[in-house]
């Protein structure tokens, strides 16, 4: 089955900018969604598409694909985007499946 | 607003079936194109995709988990299920159920609050 890796953590200055990759070869094929988790919640989808949030997402949020890359960019970290980012895709590999990425934790500073 | 809600068992003992049930409310299991999955995290690590169903009882599930995963659909109780057979320490984790959307968004849009389960005898 395919595979999603990202950094395990990445850390941004408050008000900075950070982004957070997702690599793959079915993002070759297919678009990546991306989801917030913080410490004993469930995640939430705030990427999916090209680039779409869904509603309530802040617009600093944003997506973006090449190759066989996906990325997160959060424009102006604020203290409360600090939580583990999960990247998700669809299988390439023939199974009609779903993979997620390795996760990145991202501490604001 | 549909939402999410897991039960079941939180301590199941090795060798046996975890059972999970997960209850939509606020809308209909059956309307719309909508893939309804089971996902798990044990503490510490990533997510892992277990299996979905759609409505009309059609199944796709992890191929690392295949053998041992039976997931069901209830649309009178509105409600889909997890079995898990034969379980194992490593299969301690927190359970999520989740809603897939796949037309122009190929997302899970809405996830349950997730439901701790041990195995331990």
């Known amino acids: 089955s395919s595979e999603l890796t990202q950094d395990p953590a990445v850390s941004v200055a408050l008000g900075q900018t950070v982004r957070i990759t997702c690599q793959g070869d079915s993002l070759r094929s297919y678009y990546a969604s991306w989801y917030q988790q913080k410490p004993g919640q469930a995640p939430v989808l705030v990427i999916y598409g090209k680039n779409n949030r869904p509603s309530g997402i802040p617009d600093r949020f944003s997506g973006s694909s090449s190759g066989n890359t996906a990325s997160l960019t959060i424009t102006g970290a604020q203290a409360e985007d600090e939580a583990d980012y999960y990247c998700?895709?669809?299988?390439?590999?023939?199974?009609?499946?779903?993979?997620f990425g390795t996760g990145t934790k991202v501490t604001v500073l | 607003q549909v939402q999410l809600q897991e039960s079941g068992p939180g301590l199941v003992k090795p060798s046996q079936t975890l059972s999970l049930t997960c209850t939509v409310s606020?809308?209909?299991?059956?309307?719309?194109?909508?893939?309804w999955s089971w996902i798990r995290q044990p503490a510490g690590k990533g997510l892992e995709w277990i299996g979905r169903i759609y409505t009309s009882g059609s199944t796709n599930y992890n191929p690392s988990l295949k053998s041992r995963v039976t997931i069901s659909v209830d649309t009178s109780k509105n409600q889909f299920s997890l079995k898990l057979s034969s379980v194992t320490a490593a299969d301690t984790a927190v359970y999520y159920c989740?809603?897939?959307?796949?037309?122009?968004?190929?997302?899970?849009?809405?996830w349950g609050q997730g439901t701790m389960v041990t195995v331990s005898s």
């Open positions: 989740a809603r897939y959307v796949s037309q122009h968004w190929d997302a899970f849009d809405i």
């Open positions: 606020g809308g209909s299991i059956s309307s719309g194109s909508y893939y």
């Open positions: 998700n895709s669809r299988d390439s590999s023939g199974n009609p499946s779903y993979v």
